[in-house]
């Protein structure tokens, strides 16, 4: 049995404030407090019985029974002055749910009832998110307090991609995910579908995609429709994404006459890029592009069409000498302008299918017509650019939820910040908003959850919430709380993180091991690119369950932020306490590695993480004894400790950059804290 | 972060033998070890591509794949010879599966190769359930030792009962238990679809059976069509009960007319008997059963057919001068008498439809044909009378899952034991086996899989294995090892118990809570039926969230016997670690239970745990320094533990019979240990 320490139970803010997330435009505190018990009904007034609406409304129920274990009545009630909660709207809205459409409303709560007005069924559907999360315990029962809420989106694209093709997310993992995106307000589901490593769509007229392009793992078309149906439901358009003319090698292995080089081809297996591509030159591309697209574009009802296109690797284009004579008698630009070509011939017939084109930076060119969205994976500086030129774009730059960076990283980044910040107005109007990626190179379905929350949280409230939000303790306090609601929802990223360490410990218990994971993360970036991986490659090392961020190295690091400023007691004891609970792990651990395969690789780390703890403990000794360390001392550690951020088994140990601070302190001489300094420090989490 | 005690390390074995459960008929060690890699390929060999061995053999890679963490190739090998695994059947089986079919298997492993034998398609089931018991990591990779095991079970009736009526348990519900079911080898799903609180099947002929009788919660017919499919793939029947005369009060609802009384009706609320039933003096009664019936032996294919039959309460049938009349006319023995006449009846039309009839104790009736299984709810003695008379029959009284017992105890159970062992062979013969019941009076969609599971684990070794299995530290140290795979089948017993803490502690954290909870059980037996509870009171306390077993109390139970025996040192002090935690628990837990109404009421119970762990310290320090308690001393606190055994917020405190061992201890005169005392201890977990 565990015992929380005082000091997290005094963290705890008194009288806690509801827990939304994002939070919303505005909200002041009203009088009152309406009961949520087993009396609850529901009233819905609008135009018509919108399925929208309803079907979220009957969710609605089911999730405030299964949250608070009430039963509760299922049928709406007949009349809205009785009702609990009245969800009113006033335009059904859109058959196709559009970019920009009214998401605003309003969320008032008084002794009596609680009411969410909407212009549109799309805001009737946010409403009732956040009416879930305003639902709390306290002594008395379920309860809201009066509040008013007055909210809308600060961005109109709010996205998640989520790419299928590198590994095959079933469409379970596809529906929980969706879930996950509605609790946050997300409205973009970008469905990265089709890559060198598979073909991930059942199509009718081009079957060998499918069947040749894909190992058998592909989405029927039966089930996209329900993806998308089960999408709008929640509010969130779906943009599926065709990579081309790059990145397209699972076409060729059924169709090798669409490539630049006579082929045969196969499925790509390892990461990064491939040479084959698909050749511009040729009418017969048009022809199958066409009838393709028009397949798609049948099956997506979404405006927007992702076509990829980018990492072109135009070495075949530039070896080929039929495509080189192709570029001269059409005055192209070289390679570039041969994909400008390309698109544009491509959005030509999108255009013609009813949807509008979207793609990575390097589908920009000024040539091409203005109402193409530049996703921007290279940074604020392209994105501005593709602004200035008149385009519309979003960023995706600094949300690449698979390089494994804190959740407080992405959320510092903004949009309209950067580069963009110098935009005009009518410029700033054309960054649409911006949308999270799930490459999954290194990202399996048991992993993928884990990988996309609960970080994903705090890029969703970056776009939904007003700019001035950017208190990130207070954004954390609140994402630790959605983390435990996502559960709820069905998402795995909590519970899979047990049982994969279950798997990699072996036949030796798994506490030990578990605290080696709760204090490690792996390494960041593009680290594990420089590996062999294939698709076939295990993801169960310990790497794939450690959680991108770790809770307990983030609360040691504000530990020994208030340790070197104030050096109280009671928090040099709680660091101690840490640094040697970290230490005496190992001594543990390290017999316990050698019974597992899955583990072995693991000592190194371990190891590094007693020595860090070791360094700790001498610092903090230091600290305590109010005697500097020698300067010589400090260096010396400091070096080693830089020597220790190298990743082992792919991971790394995040408390170093906080021993680090205490190192430093360590050399400084303070005296004794002045009496009342314990008084001063901030709270853990404020 | 919580570091295992040292005691934990030690008890683990040193090298694991395959965890199996349910233990085989025999084991036989071989030689080899089998490496499980990416390599992995199956191969089967059967007179046909049976479908379920087909399916189940595609379940074993998805499964095998998931267990390791490894992607694997999920064709089937077409050479047996090269195959990591071959699984062959002589005999398909039966079209629908009968009581009584072979389900034996052999399963050899060596260095090259694992191989399962059986006679027909269901013993290919079983054996491939071992299989996926028998893989494991070890420094090398994933492996199966060389092995040879020969397997059937002991009973063939090996069943668990989940009452659906009670509170309705969603489809999803089912079907993960039905996989649940699978892993222990159990073939019998007991489904008790009707009763007085619900009827739960879309009846196409009498639509206001489920229209009117099931407040909208019904399994439509497809639904039920699913489930025994996949039952089937997984070697499980589906025995429908829909019992009457009594329990019936939602057929009645929409169908008065069948009624003793003349209504109208409502569906019960509240649980425990009604009076209202079915008249068996009605000729309209067998139309209707007739129609009904056919209709549901059209459903439900297996040859059984439950008629429950069990508690008629015959108030109204006293009461009512037709029905009277009815008894003297056919020269019936009373009540008793009407009700055999009334199963004869039923009997004969369910004959008519090919299926042979099942029910409770009551339906006993030496006038009734043979072919009759009765389900013995009220013990062995009932069920070897039934034996004597020629009924075959099965045991549920020792099963009860929802009277909240320990596994230990339904493993002790036997259902040749008792009154049944003075039978002939023959006699044993008509003894098929046994059902686990799950009752859902007390029991919500949130809290079934935690009632059902891991206890129903030891009840499926004590039908499966052999008699002899009965080494209870054994049968729980694979118990949990089996709870922690069927969360990966996706069943919620773990995952909803952090839930419905965190969802008590409301705005407080969850930890101290957890810890009490931890060290409590809900009070055993028919306890809450004292209380007025419905059908719709709210499932939400910690009594709901608290696991019929707690395994701290397990374990600490062990300590004590461990102390009593030997007074070993380490013992004392692991004892004394406890003893403290938990009185210190109070303290921080107390403020926090205010925060919550749904924690408010635990306050007396959270005193009632300190309140022992302090006299248990106190008995401790007798023991720790060699004093004995004066005896005035020992009976007052075993008289103040006698009464503490009470339930608080209908929960106990199961360390309580440990530590009135202590207290007992505490008052014997005893030296110090004699030198060696401690290597001489009992292993924790032998």
């Known amino acids: ?74 049928s709406f009630a007949p009349d809205p002055t009785t009702a609990t909660l009245v969800v009113s709207w006033t335009s059904d809205g859109m058959p196709v749910q559009t970019l920009g459409e009214d998401e605003s409303y309003r969320l008032t709560a008084d002794a009596t009832q609680a009411r969410i007005q909407a212009q549109t069924a799309l805001g009737a559907l946010r409403g009732m998110e956040t009416f879930l999360q305003l639902v709390e315990a306290d002594s008395q029962g379920f309860k809201i307090d009066g509040v008013t809420i ?52 059942e199509s009718k007229r081009f079957p060998k995609l499918h069947e040749m392009g894909s190992d058998g793992l592909y989405y029927t078309q039966e089930q996209i429709r329900r993806v998308i149906a089960y999408a709008r439901e929640r509010g969130i358009r779906v943009v599926p994404e065709f990579d081309m003319p790059g990145h397209s090698l699972s076409w060729l292995v059924g169709y090798p006459e ?17 040479e084959a591509l698909i050749d511009p030159s040729k009418e017969i591309v048009y022809r199958f592009l066409d009838s393709f697209l028009g397949e798609m574009a049948g099956l997506f ?106 959740a407080s990283r992405h959320y510092e980044v903004d949009p309209l910040a950067g580069d963009a910040a110098s935009l005009s107005d009518a410029e700033k109007a054309r960054i649409l908003g911006g949308e999270a990626c799930m490459w999954t190179e290194y990202v399996s379905p048991e992993t993928v959850d884990s990988r996309i929350w609960p970080r994903l949280a705090a890029i969703a409230e970056r776009f939904w919430s007003p700019a001035e939000v950017t208190n990130v303790a207070d954004m954390y306090r609140r994402l630790d709380v959605m983390s435990r609601r996502l559960d709820s929802l069905g998402l795995r990223h909590n519970s899979d993180y047990g049982e994969m360490l279950r798997r990699i410990a072996g036949p030796a218990p ?17 680290l594990r690119d420089e590996h062999r991986y294939t698709q076939q490659t295990p993801l169960n090392r310990l790497v794939d369950a450690s959680r991108p961020e770790s809770a307990e190295a983030r609360e040691f690091a504000a530990l020994v932020e208030r340790i070197v400023a104030t050096r109280g007691e009671s928090d040099l004891a709680e660091a101690r306490r840490s640094l040697e609970a970290w230490k005496a792990n190992d001594a543990v651990l390290q017999p316990l590695l050698t019974q597992s395969f899955l583990a072995v690789e693991d000592a190194a780390l371990s190891a590094q993480l007693a020595s860090v703890a070791s360094t700790g403990l001498e610092a903090l000794r230091a600290l305590e004894t109010h005697r500097a360390r020698p300067k010589d001392w400090v260096e010396e550690n400091s070096a080693a400790l830089e020597k220790m951020r190298k990743t082992r088994a792919e991971l790394t140990v995040p408390i170093i950059p906080a021993v680090e601070q205490l190192v430093a302190a360590s050399g400084e001489r303070v005296g004794a804290p002045e009496h009342g300094a314990r008084t001063k420090k901030k709270k853990k989490k404020s």
């Open 301 to 406: 009802p979404d405006e927007y069409f992702h076509i990829g296109g980018d990492e072109v690797n135009d070495k075949e284009w530039r070896a080929n000498p039929l495509i080189q004579d192709f570029i001269k008698t059409h005055s192209l630009d070289g390679s570039r302008g041969l994909q400008a070509y390309f698109n544009k011939r491509v959005q030509t017939i999108l255009a013609r299918y009813g949807k509008r084109v979207e793609g990575w930076d390097e589908v920009l060119n000024p040539d091409l017509p203005r109402n193409i969205v530049i996703q921007s994976w290279r940074g604020q500086k392209s994105l501005a650019e593709a602004a200035r030129l008149g385009f519309q774009g979003i960023l995706s730059n600094g949300y690449y939820l698979d390089l494994m960076h804190p």
């Open 150 to 201: 007055d909210d809308h989106p600060r961005f109109a694209w709010r996205g998640l991609m989520i790419d299928s093709s590198r590994h095959f997310m079933p469409f379970a993992v596809i529906l929980r995910n969706l879930d996950g995106m509605a609790a946050l307000k997300l409205n973009v589901f970008h469905w990265h579908l089709s890559d060198d490593q598979g073909f991930r769509v």
């Open 510 to 526: 798994v506490e030990p091991l578990r605290a080696l994971a709760d204090a490690t993360e792996p390494g960041k970036g593009y």
């Open 1 to 74: 049995m565990k015992l929380p320490t005082l000091a997290v139970l005094l963290s705890l803010p008194a009288c806690a404030a509801p827990t939304l997330m994002p939070l919303p435009a505005t909200m002041t505190s009203g009088s009152g407090r309406l009961e949520i018990n087993q009396t609850f009904r529901l009233a819905l007034s609008g135009p018509s019985d919108e399925p929208r609406v309803h079907a979220s409304a009957l969710r609605l129920i089911a999730r405030l029974a299964a949250q608070t274990g009430m039963p509760l009545d299922r």
């Open 258 to 274: 669409l490539a630049t080089s006579p082929g045969p081809f196969e499925i790509g297996r390892h990461w990064g890029g491939f």
